[in-house]
C-alpha cells in the first residue's frame, strides 16, 4: 500500500487549501483513514479520520468547524478540506491507513504517506 499526500502550499490566514490523499497498490475503499500533521520543533498530532464509508469522521479540538475530512471511494482518494486557515496550521500533513475500517485512526495508523507541507502566513 502506497499512500500519497499532495495539496500543500503557501495560503494567508484565512484562506482554504484541499489536501489529497490518493492509495495505489490497492483498494483502502475499507480502510480508516486519517490526516496527521507535524509542526517545526513539535510532536506529529492528529488531525482528523474518517471510516471506510465515510459515514463516521473524527477530528481533533482545534480543527473541529474548520476541517472538514471526506472520501470518494470510487477513485480512492480522501480528502481534507481546511478553510479558516490560522498560522497554527502551518506543518507537514501526513494521510496514514489504518486496517481497520473505522474511524479510530488517531489510536493508531497501519500506513503512512510521505507528507505534504502546509505554510500559512499570518
Known amino acids: 500500500v502506497q499512500l500519497q499526500a499532495c495539496g500543500g502550499g503557501l495560503v494567508q490566514a484565512g484562506g482554504s487549501l484541499r489536501l489529497s490523499c490518493a492509495c495505489s497498490?490497492?483498494?483502502?475503499?475499507?480502510?480508516?483513514v486519517g490526516w496527521f500533521r507535524q509542526a517545526p520543533g513539535k510532536e506529529r498530532e492528529f488531525v482528523a479520520a474518517?471510516?471506510?464509508?465515510?459515514?463516521?469522521?473524527d477530528y481533533a479540538d482545534s480543527v473541529k468547524g474548520r476541517f472538514t475530512i471526506s472520501r470518494d471511494n470510487a477513485k480512492n482518494t480522501v480528502y481534507l478540506q481546511m478553510n479558516s486557515l490560522e498560522p497554527g496550521d502551518t506543518a507537514v500533513y501526513y494521510c496514514?491507513?489504518?486496517?481497520?475500517?473505522?474511524?479510530?485512526?488517531?489510536?493508531?495508523?497501519?500506513?503512512w504517506g510521505q507528507g505534504t507541507l502546509v505554510t500559512v502566513s499570518s
Open positions: 497498490g490497492r483498494t483502502f475503499s475499507r480502510n480508516g
Open positions: 496514514a491507513a489504518s486496517s481497520r475500517s473505522s474511524a479510530t485512526v488517531r489510536y493508531g495508523a497501519n500506513f
Open positions: 474518517i471510516d471506510w464509508s465515510g459515514g463516521g469522521t
